[in-house]
């Protein structure tokens, strides 16, 4: 009788389901291939260093009020760089790390080429800037197996030998967790470089050569390491834990690492109860895990983006349109800022607009912060002012009354940089609630006693916005009859202007002369939001 | 792979076997084509490139698999897959096949994995745990779990000969 090894090797084989088809399979990856290369966005690696100060008036309906928002913080946007390598580089990840108790940064980073290659593809590096200077000393050292879809990425920079340098862990999400490769600094000279296990007396749970452990936490088993001070120096303890109700086996092999040399010092193999196991989270050795793993063992965020900001991008959404009018398509990013490497909880966050240009994943002239959101979304792209170039609208608040906010990108001709600019109200518009210099913010929808509706008139030629909004009690005096607003707005670059306002009452029981939940103009679908 | 000698040799002879690994990870043969066919197209972008895979089979696998894992290139690829699910002729399983995937259902997905990697794709222990990203010792032991639960599964006899093997005899 066959071992039961055989016997699964022949059943599995032969229950494995069979491809649909193979005819012409050669010819189907080929036109496979062009799609990719053709929906590939083109994009040449301009670096472009800008500082866009830019404010957002916002405002937005409650209810039945109009409350004026205070104006959003202006903020500098971080220079973007290749870090003096000699090679344009993209898809940029970097995590803070500790240079003999200085700070630093250390980079993950793709090598771009004609394009921006997709993540998880082309050449990925690690390097290190060692005096936060904006210039990666270490030569960059290429990182292998960084498998489609995520790639690698920072993780963490523990100093797991205790001598006030950082290593360099960087990760690749794979099975179900992470696998993580341990890196040393050095500064004399400048270098990183894989940390190698020797395991002299064959006691480890480990696998020699270069250090690797594994990040992961699935049903009846978890893999993990931690750092530990001991009287006679820091170890750092490489874990993997397997359940067996009502206990789990917990392996550890413990390591002291020397500058690229880990040793195996002890190994052990311990029961303990289930819940006393150790688990992994989202710290490693008491500093934060970075990139995709940072929210572990929550599910990787695919909304999570590192555009350079030194946090990462929460919570993104993007909408693509040529912005800038130059016939290339271009990305407007909002998202949430996270906060020490990590996302956060959406009311702590700080929402960011940005757009990037260049398809390398960094924001191109810069960004600002946009105070007031709740649950923003980049949500359309229309061109209000007949420009030729569309705005970019963002949904300042999803409710039942949404906001949206209306932004112009495009490129200065004088200093030929990208900027983003909320546009502005050029005069007081009193039925609005706006006054002249705040941001514009159009409303649809509707809550107890107020209705709200956006339309478009002349569009596409000469574009002008309608905003509807009346009012009214709910119940008790006045309730009976409510006002009826409108105002049309032109818009001009970064300027709206009131070009006719009117203001009346008419009885409850007569129709809106609007449809406040339907609405949509100018190509876009205010009410309900999409 | 730029050769298309070669892709039809390696279509030919590893294909098909490759999409049915990855289908009984995944339960769902059509997103298993779809993400096979997804990582040989993108392992051909690398070697035009110039980049050189050691173990075609084996990478392909690990980014099929990757592929696979993820949520929304699921609901994707499951998008797409809908017309020729509708379109193609029913196929009743048979009994096996359905024994099988009942067996395999009942594993976490890292044994799964360890499981079809092993018997489906021959991969070796070292392999196994390169491409997982994960001690040997591990995928000993969850292979040892997940080869404990398909011989119960499936009622599998041990030639008593044959009782001190293990699946870690490789």
Redesign the interface.
Known sequence: MPSIDDQLKVRMRESAPRPAGQDDLVGKLGARKRRRAMTRKIGTIGLVSVVLLATAGSFFAIGRTFRPQPAPVATASEPIRNLGLDFPICRTMSMPITVAGDPGTAYVFTRATDVCPKPGEGDRFVAADLNDDGVAETPPVKLSECFPPVGCETFAAPDVNGDGTSEVAVSEAGADGYGVRLFALTTSPPAIEPIDVVDPQGIGNVQTGPLQFAWVDVVGHAELARCDTAPDGATFTVQSVDHLPPDAVVRSTVLRVDGTVATVIDATKERVAIGDAPAPGNTLCDGPIYGSASNFPNATDSNTMDIGIGEPLCDVSTVIADFTGDGRDDTALVGMEGRNGRCTDAAEGTEIVAMDTTGDGLPDGGYFVNAGCLMCRAYAAADLDADGTPELIVLHQDSATPVYELIDASVRSTQEETSLVPIMIGSDAPQMGLSAGQGITLTAGGDEGSSFAIGCEGSPDSPIVVQWRSQHPVDGPGSDVRDVYETKLSITGTEATVVDSQHTTQPTIVPLPFDSLESSGCGVQWFPPE | MVD?VE??EF?RER???L???V??VTGD??S??DAV??????A???TE?GEQIAALDRWVA??A???S?????RLRVERLARP?LVA?PPIQP?G??V???RA?AGL???QR?V??LR??L?LSTEEI?K????????VK??LF?A?AH??DA?S????PH?EN?H?E?R
């Open positions: 298309e892709l039809r279509l294909y098909p076997r999409v049915g690994a289908a009984l043969a059509a298993a084509e066919q997804e990582a040989i197209v993108r051909w972008e690398r490139r690990a980014v698999l990757n592929l894992r993820s949520r929304l290139r020729r193609a048979s096996d096949r024994d099988i995937a395999l976490p997905r890292r994995e499981a079809v018997y489906v021959d745990a491409q997982m990203r994960t001690s040997e010792g591990t032991s969850q779990k080869r398909l011989a499936l599998l006899v041990e030639d044959e093997s699946a005899h």
